[in-house]
């Protein structure tokens, strides 16, 4: 299963092209639902969850209003054995021209008990988000959430 969703997130990076540093359409709620697999070194965490997050593109920065340069995420839930305990919390999701990819800053956390923070960095693309993302100070995520509505990244 972890070997299938390593291979779809390579295929997609390596056809995807480069992005962009908007999301469209501004102004709009959404969730985003996928398989994530969660890892963390000390102590020893590994489960592959069903990760929901859910959030809003924010005002739009152009006239008329088609793209936004942030969102909010207003967090995240997991389902899935040894899952529900992870949450995950919200925050702003932004562009990072340094690296050309958004990234959002939170806290996992596990009944409660914060386990890792900081900066997951991810992309956007046709309506996916796609991660593969370290987490301060021993975790990392991997995944490929499809947003509801469609957000995209766009010039």
Not at 106 to 117: D, E, F, H, N
Request: proline share 8%; hydrophobic share 35%; glycine share 10%.
């Amino acid at each position: 299963k972890n070997i299938a969703m390593m291979g779809a997130l390579l295929s997609r990076t390596v056809v995807t092209p480069a992005y962009a540093q908007y999301l469209s359409p501004p102004g709009t709620s959404f969730s985003a639902t996928g398989t994530v697999e969660f890892t963390k070194a000390s102590p020893p965490i590994s489960v592959v969850c069903t990760l929901t997050l859910t959030g809003s593109t924010d005002a739009a920065v152009d006239s008329p209003p088609t793209k936004t340069a942030t969102a909010t995420i207003t967090g995240g839930t997991n389902t899935g054995t040894g899952c529900t305990a992870l949450t995950v919390d919200g925050g702003t999701a932004s562009y990072d021209s340094g690296t050309g990819d958004w990234v959002f800053s939170t806290v996992v956390r596990s009944s409660g008990t914060p386990i890792c923070g900081g900066p997951v960095h991810f992309e956007v693309d046709s309506g996916d988000i796609i991660f593969d993302s370290d987490i301060a100070p021993d975790c990392h995520a991997l995944g490929i959430l499809t947003s509801s509505p469609t957000i995209n990244d766009v010039p």
